[in-house]
């Protein structure tokens, strides 16, 4: 399938834009969704052709929106990976990096961690660290991460799909973190 001509772009999403195109055989301009990953190569063709303006100048104002959501999910996501805390038990510890980096420490430390070692949780609860414990926070830091990031991750795959990414509400329903 080849084109002819191609006009009034629009962003759809942040990786797709509408254009009214011409197609060789057709009478007439049809509707047109360029995605820039498509399988086909005429439609990695035209979005690319597109998104610098050959087909005149472009809409910014719907790739703005897209782009300001997703820069949201992720400072939402980094916000929750320092300040969320990761879980062990009942007890919710620090993910801030400095603790991230003492627990580590604890961890490593293993069995010549000093006795009687109490940790301040996130409630201010004092706790007995042990090797057991360090590894386990540890442990629950790098799953609350992932956690965080896949979510993050599935927001960021819906509004690259919506026309209208403003109507997705990116600040509910994240994993739980400490209150």
Known sequence: ??????????WRTRTSINLSVLFEGNDSELPF?????????INRELFERASIGDFGVIDLARKGIADNISNDIVKQRDFLMLNGGAKVGTYWFHSDTHSKLQQISLMLAGQNLPPGLMWK????????????????????????????????????????????????DV?????????
């Open 1 to 10: 399938m080849n084109y002819i001509s191609a006009h009034s772009p629009k």
């Open 33 to 41: 969704v360029a995605h820039k990953d498509d399988t086909e190569a």
């Open 121 to 168: 949780t996130m409630s201010g609860e004092k706790v007995l660290m042990t090797p057991t414990l360090a590894i386990q926070i540890y442990q629950a830091q790098m799953m609350q991460e992932s956690v965080l990031f896949n979510y993050a991750e599935s927001l960021l795959d819906q509004i690259n799909n919506m026309e209208f990414p403003e109507t997705l």
């Open 171 to 179: 600040s509910n329903n994240w994993p739980e973190v400490y209150n």
